[in-house]
């Protein structure tokens, strides 16, 4: 290995750590944090967001957080060979790294989540995003396309390579919104011959 290479994933790995140190790694994009439905809604939809780290986040939010994703994902596990598993799903939602980025409508009530964290992923400094919920009365507003590019912002902002994030195989609607808005399978995705259930897909963010 050469000295640039060495330096490099030493500049790499300390930009994750940089990343993953700020408390709200999203500041630096005071207009990520309102959101207005460009469709007519009846009611105007527009939303706040703040992002925050699991530690900071109340009990109530976090169950809801793991309500949702089990209202919104477990018909499809329950499809899989794996199934549904509610307690990997909560630990998985509960890990002390986590950090979200979540929704709220006019009346406080949260409506959608991201949750993320930087990593080094395959040799690459990654934003890798676990999970995105949205309620159904939030869906089909530009609220996920709005929280995702929150995330490529934050991610770039950070020296990031790409975003990366799993989606189910059998999850028709996800995969086609996050190819929609330029998701592409990446390099670490299981090939065909391993059958997996999901996909790997990412985003650059360093262009």
């Known amino acids: 290995m050469t000295n640039a290479t060495t330096n490099n994933a030493a500049n790499q790995q300390r930009n994750v750590e940089n990343a993953a140190r700020s408390k709200n790694p999203l500041e630096s994009f005071p207009d990520v944090f309102t959101y207005k439905s460009p469709k007519e809604a009846e009611d105007g939809a527009s939303y706040s967001l703040y992002c925050r780290a699991k530690g900071d986040m109340d009990s109530k939010t976090l169950k809801w957080a793991f309500k949702l994703a089990e209202k919104n994902v477990s018909p499809f596990y329950k499809q899989l060979s794996m199934g549904w598993q509610p307690k990997v799903k909560q630990n998985d939602l509960m890990k002390g790294w986590a950090r979200y980025l979540v929704a709220v409508d006019k009346s406080k009530t949260p409506v959608a989540y991201a949750m993320f964290?930087?990593?080094?992923?395959?040799g690459h400094p990654v934003l890798y995003c676990y999970?995105?919920?949205?309620?159904?009365?939030?869906?089909r507003q530009g609220l996920g396309k709005h929280m995702m590019l929150a995330l490529e912002r934050c991610?770039?902002?950070?020296?990031?390579?790409?975003?990366?994030?799993?989606?189910?195989?059998?999850?028709?609607?996800a995969r086609a919104f996050f190819?929609?808005?330029?998701?592409?399978?990446?390099?670490?995705?299981?090939?065909?011959?391993?059958?997996?259930?999901?996909?790997?897909?990412?985003?650059?963010?360093?262009?």
């Open 117 to 122: 964290r930087f990593d080094m992923d395959y």
């Open 131 to 139: 999970e995105m919920q949205i309620e159904p009365s939030a869906q």
């Open 155 to 173: 991610a770039k902002h950070w020296k990031m390579d790409k975003i990366v994030l799993t989606v189910l195989k059998n999850n028709d609607n």
């Open 179 to 207: 190819k929609t808005i330029g998701y592409v399978l990446d390099d670490s995705s299981p090939d065909i011959l391993e059958k997996a259930d999901y996909e790997i897909l990412s985003k650059p963010v360093n262009d």
